[in-house]
C-alpha cells in the first residue's frame, strides 16, 4: 500500500459488523441519556424543573376547563439528597385509561398538534419529571385523579420502561386502584395513606370541598437552595404572571406561605389556529400533503391553513402553474415546491391573534406592583405580531426605585442563605443569592462589613455575619444594583440560560441611559429597576426542549424592543421631571435659608418693613421654583399645575417622590432664621429639610 492511502490493510470492523450494532433508539432512553436538554441536568434545577413541569400542567389544564386554579405544592426531604414533590390542583382530573400514557411515555399530550397558546406544549415535561424521579430515587410516579364528585377516583403507581417508551402500572395488579366516590372513599384514602388534598381554604376563612382534580408525587434526588432559580422564586414569579391563581406552598422546611389570587376573572380563552402558510417549510408542506391525498389542492389549502379564502387558494395553484382541481394523491415534490413558494409569495393576510391571550396593561401592572417593591411602574401590552406564520406578543412591565432585596433580609434568612450555598467566595454567594447586585454591590457590602472577597461563606465566624447582615441592610447598592430581568414564556417564568434568551439580549441592547439609567455598553443598566417581559405565542420558539431561553426571531427582537422602549420612554419623562422638581426644590431651599437675612439687611439700610420684604422676596422665590410644587397623580398625570408632564397610560406611581419638596409655608421665617443651628446646617447639606 502506498504511504497516504487512506485505506489500512486490515480493516477494523466491516459493515456487516457495524450492522448489527443499529438499531432503534427509544425516545426514554434517549432522554434518559439526556436529562440535561430537558432541565434535570443538576439536582437543584432537577427540583425545579419537577415542580415547574406539574405546576404549568395544572395551570393549563384548569383553565382549558374554565376553572380558576388553586394549585397545592409541597416539597418534603425523604433522606439526605432526596426530596418528594407533591403538585395537586382543583382541575377536570384525567381519565382513567390517559393517567399512564400520560405520566409512563415520553411523547405524549394534547398540546404539540395544535396551534394554541398554552405553558406545555411538546407532551414531555410530566413523563420526563417522572423518568428522573424513578432513575434517581427508584420510586414510582404517583398519580391521583378525580374527574367528578360521584365518580370514582384512581390512584395509579407508574414507573417508564426506558427501553420501549411504555409505562408500566405496578399497583392494583397492573391496572391501579379505583377509590370510590364519598365518605367510603375519603376513608380509604386515610386508611392506605394516599395523599389527597380534601378541602379548598378560602381567604375569608371558609373553605370548599375539592370534588375534582389532580395530584402527582414524585421522589428525585434533588437540593433544595433558596434565591436565584430557586422553587421559591419560580411560585412568586407565577403569581406575578397569574395574578388569577392560588398557589398553597410548604417548602421543605414546613413552613407554609399562601399566594392569594388578585382576580377572579379567569385570562380569556385562546382559540386554536391553523398554520398560517408563510409559517410552514417544504418538507412539513409534503408531508401535510400526502397525509391528506383526498382532497384537490384548493380544498387541501384551505382546510389545512388559516386564511386561505378560496381566492387566495386559487391564486396560490395558479402561480405554481398547477389546478386547484388536481388531488393531492397527484402531488409530486416538483408541485409541492412550486405550491410552496407561490404560498411564500402569495399576499395573504396575518392569521387572526385571538389565539394568543395577553396578560393585560392592567394586570401587569397590578402584578408587578405586588411583588416588586418600588415607587414608579410602566407596562406595556403590543398589539400581535407574526414570527415564521405563529403569532405573537410581547408585554413588558417595569419596576424602578424601593429597596433592594438586601435591606429586607432578616439575620435567621441570611444564615439559611449562608447554609445552603456552594459558592466557594463571599463575593460569588451575594452575587448569585440577591437580586441586583453586581460585582460592585458585593465589592460594596465586603468593604462595608470589613471582610475580604475571597473569604468562604462557610468559614464565617458569628462576629463576621454579623458584620455582614449589617451591611447587607445599611450599605446602597442603588448605584452598582443592576436591572433585574424577569423572562416569562406563555405566562411560565423562565429562570436559566438568560445570557441566551432573546429578551435579556434584548434589555442589554437598549441604550438605557437615554432614558435616566446608568449602563455600560453591552450590558444590563444599573439602578433600581426591574423589568418584567412576556412572550406569548401559540409556539414560543424556546432554543432547547428545557424550554428555558426564547430564541432570536428578527420579527421578536423588534417587538421586544419596541415594548422596551415604551416604558424606557416612561421612566425617563419620571426621572427628568423628578429631577428637575428636586433641582428646584434644591434651589428653593437656598433662598429661604437666605431670605429672612436679606430682609434684615434690607431693613438694616433702608428701615423698610421686613415682613413685608420677607413676603415679596418669598413670592418671587415661589415663581422662580414653582415646578417644585408639582404633584403628581398615581398616573403619572400632574395635579397641581397645568405643566407639560402626560405619562399617558400604562403608568402608576406609588410613593410619589416628586412630592418631596419643601413647602413654602413651612418653610424658615425671618426669625427663625437667625437662630439658625448646626443641625440644620447640616440637614440643609443632606437635603433632609426636602422632606418637610
Ligand atoms: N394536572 C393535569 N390535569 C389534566 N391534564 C393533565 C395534567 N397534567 C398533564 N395533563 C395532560 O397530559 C399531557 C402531557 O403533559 P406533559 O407535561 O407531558 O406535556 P405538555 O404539557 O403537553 O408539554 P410540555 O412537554 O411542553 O410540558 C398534557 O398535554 C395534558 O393533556
Wanted: proline content about 5%; some cysteine; overall charge neutral.
Amino acid at each position: 500500500m502506498a504511504a497516504g492511502t487512506s485505506t489500512p490493510k486490515t480493516r477494523r470492523s466491516t459493515a456487516e459488523a457495524m450492522a448489527k450494532g443499529q438499531r432503534d433508539i427509544s425516545v426514554s432512553e434517549f432522554f434518559a441519556k439526556n436529562k440535561h436538554l430537558l432541565g434535570f441536568d443538576n439536582p437543584r434545577k432537577s427540583l425545579l424543573t419537577t415542580v415547574k413541569e406539574a405546576v404549568d400542567n395544572s395551570l393549563d389544564a384548569c383553565e382549558e376547563a374554565g376553572i380558576l386554579p388553586v394549585i397545592w405544592v409541597q416539597l418534603e426531604p425523604t433522606q439526605s439528597g432526596r426530596y418528594r414533590v407533591s403538585i395537586q390542583d382543583n382541575g377536570p382530573g384525567i381519565v382513567k385509561k390517559q393517567i399512564p400514557l400520560i405520566f409512563g411515555k415520553l411523547l405524549y399530550g394534547s398540546k404539540f398538534h395544535r396551534l394554541r397558546m398554552s405553558r406545555g406544549q411538546q407532551g414531555i415535561g410530566i413523563s420526563a419529571a417522572g423518568m428522573n424521579g424513578m432513575l434517581t430515587s427508584g420510586q414510582p410516579v404517583k398519580i391521583v385523579s378525580k374527574v367528578s364528585v360521584r365518580k370514582p377516583a384512581h390512584y395509579f403507581e407508574l414507573q417508564i420502561d426506558t427501553k420501549k417508551n411504555q409505562p408500566e402500572i405496578i399497583n392494583g395488579k397492573g391496572d391501579g386502584i379505583d377509590i370510590p366516590a364519598g365518605e367510603k372513599g375519603r376513608q380509604y384514602i386515610e386508611k392506605a395513606g394516599i395523599a389527597w388534598e380534601t378541602v379548598i381554604p378560602q381567604e375569608d376563612g371558609t373553605s370548599e370541598d375539592v370534588t375534582h382534580g389532580t395530584r402527582v408525587t414524585i421522589e428525585l434526588a434533588a437540593i433544595y437552595k433558596k434565591g436565584r432559580g430557586s422553587v421559591d422564586e419560580y411560585i412568586e414569579q407565577t403569581a406575578i404572571a397569574n395574578p388569577h391563581i392560588t398557589v398553597h406552598y410548604i417548602d421543605p422546611d414546613g413552613a407554609k406561605r399562601s399566594y392569594w389570587r388578585s382576580t377572579t376573572e379567569l385570562p380569556a380563552e385562546a382559540k386554536e389556529i391553523k398554520p398560517h402558510p408563510y409559517g410552514v417549510e417544504l418538507g412539513h408542506l409534503m408531508a401535510m400533503m400526502s397525509a391528506d391525498s383526498v382532497n384537490t389542492v384548493g380544498q387541501f389549502l384551505q382546510s389545512s391553513f388559516s386564511c386561505v379564502t378560496p381566492a387566495v387558494a386559487r391564486r396560490i395553484c395558479e402561480a405554481a402553474g398547477i389546478s386547484s382541481r388536481v388531488t393531492t394523491k397527484k402531488i409530486g415534490r416538483d408541485e409541492a415546491d412550486k405550491v410552496f413558494h407561490a404560498m411564500q409569495e402569495a399576499n395573504i393576510r396575518p392569521p387572526a391573534t385571538d389565539c394568543v391571550v395577553p396578560i393585560g396593561q392592567g394586570l401587569l401592572l397590578k402584578g408587578i406592583s405586588t411583588v416588586v417593591p418600588g415607587e414608579f411602574y410602566a407596562a406595556s401590552s403590543r398589539p400581535p405580531a407574526v414570527y415564521r406564520g405563529n403569532p405573537f406578543i410581547i408585554e413588558v412591565a417595569l419596576a424602578y426605585g424601593g429597596g433592594p432585596q438586601t435591606h429586607a433580609i432578616t439575620r435567621d434568612e441570611m444564615n439559611e442563605l449562608i447554609g445552603q450555598t456552594d459558592a466557594r467566595t463571599l463575593r460569588r454567594f451575594l452575587m448569585d443569592t440577591f437580586n441586583g447586585v453586581g460585582s460592585d454591590g458585593a465589592d460594596k457590602i465586603m468593604k462595608q462589613a470589613g471582610l475580604k472577597t475571597r473569604k468562604s461563606p462557610a468559614n464565617l465566624t458569628t462576629k463576621e455575619r454579623l458584620a455582614l447582615h449589617d451591611a447587607l441592610q445599611n450599605v446602597s447598592i442603588s448605584e452598582g444594583q443592576s436591572m433585574q430581568v424577569m423572562r416569562f414564556a406563555n405566562r411560565v417564568p423562565l429562570q436559566f440560560q438568560a445570557g441566551a434568551c432573546a429578551i435579556t439580549q434584548a434589555v442589554m441592547s437598549m441604550n438605557w441611559r437615554s432614558y435616566g439609567l446608568t449602563q455600560s455598553r453591552g450590558n444590563l443598566p444599573n439602578g433600581p429597576v426591574s423589568v418584567m417581559v412576556h412572550v406569548a405565542s401559540v409556539w414560543v420558539p424556546f432554543t432547547s426542549e428545557s424550554k428555558e431561553a426564547v430564541a432570536n426571531y428578527p420579527e421578536i427582537e423588534k417587538e421586544l424592543r419596541l415594548s422596551l422602549q415604551f416604558v424606557g420612554r416612561k421612566l425617563g419623562m419620571f426621572l427628568r421631571r423628578r429631577q428637575r422638581v428636586k433641582q428646584e426644590g434644591e434651589r428653593r431651599s437656598v433662598f429661604l435659608r437666605y431670605l429672612g437675612e436679606v430682609a434684615q439687611a434690607v431693613h438694616g439700610m433702608n428701615g423698610c418693613n421686613t415682613q413685608e420684604v420677607y413676603d415679596n422676596l418669598l413670592e418671587v422665590a415661589k415663581k422662580k421654583t414653582a415646578e417644585a410644587d408639582v404633584v403628581l397623580d398615581e398616573r403619572g398625570k400632574v395635579i397641581q399645575d397645568e405643566s407639560e408632564l402626560d405619562l399617558g397610560e400604562g403608568v402608576l406611581i406609588v410613593d410619589n417622590a416628586a412630592k418631596t419638596v419643601p413647602a413654602v409655608d413651612a418653610a424658615v421665617k425671618p426669625a427663625a432664621a437667625e437662630e439658625e443651628t448646626a443641625e440644620e446646617d447640616e440637614a440643609v447639606e443632606q437635603g433632609d429639610l426636602f422632606d418637610a
